[in-house]
């Protein structure tokens, strides 16, 4: 237990967190980080189960997720972050100052920075931990550009806007991409239905779901079943994207914060504020559209800008 109040508090450690962990530090804000440990993955979000991160600026060669988000905590500590390896379980936005409680720590805070990001849903299939990152993603705008991809048979899971999003992407890539939908019709809004169908490099798979990764050590193929014939075969594939959908790492503040249908955390237009004064939201926990690194680290930028601004209003910063 903590008896001082932070000034900010920042729960989650992706890109957002570190970055806004960065920018408050050096406007000595002393911040405090939750960086999670079970929830989400692991402390450094989704970069750290990612192997090559090739679209982040200032790596022309390309960087490893996991090296990456260390890189991204060292310069957040250099800059004095003080940082607990614990997952968020409680807060308490009731009254002030904000109460937070992690596995052994607890602390109060003036402001607070939500960044707990979200985790890609996953089919569990047999070889998927196996294979994953070894031409397994969740992510084709990420992952879909690496040179084992290039002229190679590619497979889409699912049948939503994001899935027509992948595929018709990662058709500058492949040779064919095969879209796999468990039904008949896509989820997809019409337009990009339309899309879909009139890219000629976009093979429809329909009333199918995917059974399992073929591949030793690498995705050589796809085994994947008619659940109308219950007819199994194999496609050779060299990748296989899931677009089956995110979910935010918002359970802690479920009551207190404003969120949509599915769990993201609603921020004021224009602002990474939410709806409780003093506590903003930066990266996937809001942002179910780019989910990109570089958005996340632009949203924890900011939101540690309004946060400065806001505790300097109050007197405290």
Known sequence: ?????????????????????????????????????????????????????????????????????????????????????????????SKRPFTIKGDKTEVK????????????????????????????????????????????????????????????????FGSIVYLVHRRDELRASKIMQKRAFDNEKISMVWNTVLEDAVGDQFVTGARIKNIKTDEVKELEVAGIFYAIGHTPNTQPFKGQLDMDGTGYLIIKPGTQETNVEGVFAAGDVHDYKYRQAVTAAGAGCAAALEAERWLGEQGIA
């Open 109 to 172: 805070a003036h402001s607070v920075i939500i960044s707990t990001g979200a985790t890609a849903k996953r089919m569990h299939v047999p070889s998927e931990e196996k294979l994953w990152n070894q031409g397994m993603s969740a992510c084709a705008v990420c992952d879909g550009a690496l040179p084992f991809f290039k002229n190679q048979p590619l497979m889409v899971i699912g049948g939503g806007d994001t899935a027509v999003e992948e595929a018709t992407f990662l058709t500058k």
């Open 1 to 93: 237990m903590t008896d001082d109040v932070k000034k900010v508090a920042i729960i989650g450690s992706g890109p957002a967190g570190h970055t806004a962990a960065l920018y408050a530090a050096r406007a000595n804000l002393q911040p405090f980080m939750y960086e999670g440990y079970v929830v989400g993955g692991s402390a450094g979000g989704q970069l750290t189960t990612t192997t090559d991160v090739e679209n982040y600026p200032g790596f022309p060669e390309g960087i490893s997720g996991p090296e990456l988000m260390q890189l991204f905590r060292t310069q957040a500590a250099r800059f004095g972050t003080e940082m607990v390896g614990e997952d968020v379980h409680e807060v308490d936005f």
